[in-house]
């Protein structure tokens, strides 16, 4: 399964190198994710912060379809 992802997260790599457009998404993808992170350690129940972040993040790729 590792060897799955390692795949996905190289073929992702290089596709964020050679395309512009994708450069600026993943660079937009990556500011929203760390934003979060820096949430939810703010939060006095991380759990509970994790799991209100996830649900945000399906709920947007459910709306997204």
């Known amino acids: 399964m590792s060897i799955f992802l390692r795949n996905i997260a190289r ?3 290089k596709k964020v190198a050679s395309d512009p457009q994708a450069k600026e998404k993943a660079i937009k993808l990556a500011r ?3 934003e979060e992170a820096k949430v939810i350690a703010k ?3 991380r759990a509970f912060a994790a799991g209100r972040a996830f649900r945000k993040a399906f709920d947007k790729l459910q709306n997204d379809r």
Do not use: E, P
């Open 11 to 13: 073929y992702a790599a």
């Open 43 to 45: 939060h006095d129940n």
């Open 32 to 34: 929203g994710v760390f």
